[in-house]
């Protein structure tokens, strides 16, 4: 009881509803008895802490991401919007036609989970404002178009029940809510506008309104749907005409978040990349970083986010898909830099995912049936250990063996510099020997038959 009471003010507090009434003397006497609060800021955390409250994300290496929602319909990327510059009304028509009658999340989980995936992080709102779940705060959400459910939920149902992660994305923009002022990447943004033909623009607009309302949507998303491991901010773009943490309240909202779900993964899009424990994890977008991401000297948590083609909304007309060899090597990539995979899927407006998403993702499925062994638990290989060519190396810290996986697929030798060090090999997809001398691995001539094979190499103690 008294716990409960405990948290419950602090969340009250946080998010400013703190009883400023009590009287000075009231509020010593309060300070006295009242226990310190269980949760850590990530900013009161040891190294060791951190790594500790991490360990589930760091092991998983492999997680899905989704963008569903409103633009679905027009099928031509999420910003849409903005691109095209569509006014609220213009964009109604979407929201009058939301009916995703297909929709059944426990297939999306079962997908998931065959490709290999340990998390899952789905847009409970994005840059359009419209939300997923049945939120006391708008009237602009899934419960209120013809599909008439709340989407979110069954959504967390369905992966929890697979023993996958819960992540939620939350947009901080927001196109359509109407004292989000109108910015230089707003949908009714004036092309080089000035501070002040912006002010004009957004006079009756307030911020203040705005920001009370992010903080009691987080309030309903952390509260009323069971342990959430993840939230996914996105995202700040400060300077002129564009909107920072001062905007957001982004120290409000990551106190919020954290005590409403200790030990939550938060993101680095807050605009507190310079503050320490502003952020959990820091996440390239669409690209290979060139080495372990690190942040004042020291190696961080980090996790690239990344797309099978382009756009993270459902995209008819977009053809650039990566093939199963591209992304499956991202994968090993990646976790050989010490960083996970957040792979992205946008369902159609019928609530499906792409006949080319669960292709791709039954191919990675039937990789990491084989091979998940050097992707979970990994990282990057001890730095005296040099990657023969064409080879990506992850590592097991915890049982010492290395994992080399084969790019292009040698012809016959895979020579090697740290022989010495091994002390057994196998393909990993059979458990068949693979036999060494100086000259390095002697490898069948025929590829087995694996998209990307990988050496399993059992390191001297
Ligand atoms: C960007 C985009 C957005 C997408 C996100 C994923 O910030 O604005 O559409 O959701 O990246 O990382």
Sequence with gaps: MKKLFVTLMTVLMVIGVCPESLSAAQKKKKAAVEPKVEFKLPSDETDAEKAARMQWWTDARFGMFIHWGLYALPARHEWVRNRERITNEQYEKYFKHFNPDLYNPKEWARQAKEAGMKYVVLTSKHHEGFCLWDTKYTDYK?????????????????????????????????????????????????????????????????????????????????????????????????GENGKGHEDWDSEGLLKLARTLQPGIIVDNRL????????????????????????????????????????????????????????????????????????????????????????????????????????????????????????????????????????????????????????????????????????????LPILKPHVEIPVIEVFLKK
């Excluded at 109407?178 to 307030?206: C, S």
């Excluded at 007309?317 to 060899?325: G, L, M, V």
């Design 142 to 238: 899934a419960t209120n178009t013809p599909i008439g459910r709340d989407l979110l939920k069954e959504y967390v149902d369905a992966f929890r029940a697979e023993g996958i992660r819960i992540g939620f994305y939350y947009s901080l923009i927001d196109w359509h809510h109407p004292d989000f002022t109108i910015d230089r990447i707003h949908p009714l943004r004036i092309d080089n506008g000035t501070k002040e033909q912006y002010a004009k623009l957004n006079e009756g607009k307030d911020m203040a309104k705005y920001r009370q309302y992010m903080k009691d949507q987080i309030t309903e998303l952390l509260t009323n749907y069971g342990k959430i491991d993840i939230i996914w901010f996105d995202y700040s773009y400060p």
């Design 271 to 442: 605009d507190l990349n310079d503050v320490w424990g502003g952020w959990d994890i820091q996440t390239p977008e669409q690209v290979k970083v060139a080495s372990h991401p690190t942040w004042n000297g020291k190696k961080v948590h980090w996790e690239t986010c990344q797309t099978f083609s382009g756009s993270w909304g459902y995209y008819r007309d977009e053809t650039t898909w990566k093939s199963p060899a591209q992304l499956i090597e991202l994968l090993s990539e990646t976790v050989s830099k010490g960083g996970n995979l957040l792979l992205n899927v946008g369902p159609t407006a019928r609530g499906e995912f792409d006949y080319r998403a669960t292709e791709r993702l039954k191919a990675m499925g039937e990789w990491m049936h084989a091979n998940s062994r050097s992707i979970y638990g990994c990282t990057e290989a001890p730095e005296d250990l040099k990657a023969p060519a064409n080879t990506i190396l992850t590592y097991n810290p915890k049982t010492n063996v290395l994992y080399i996986h084969l790019l292009n697929y040698p012809m016959g030798k895979l020579p090697c510099e740290f022989l010495d060090k091994i002390e057994y090999a196998q393909f990993l997809h059979d458990a068949s020997e693979i036999k060494f001398d100086q000259k390095g691995f002697t």
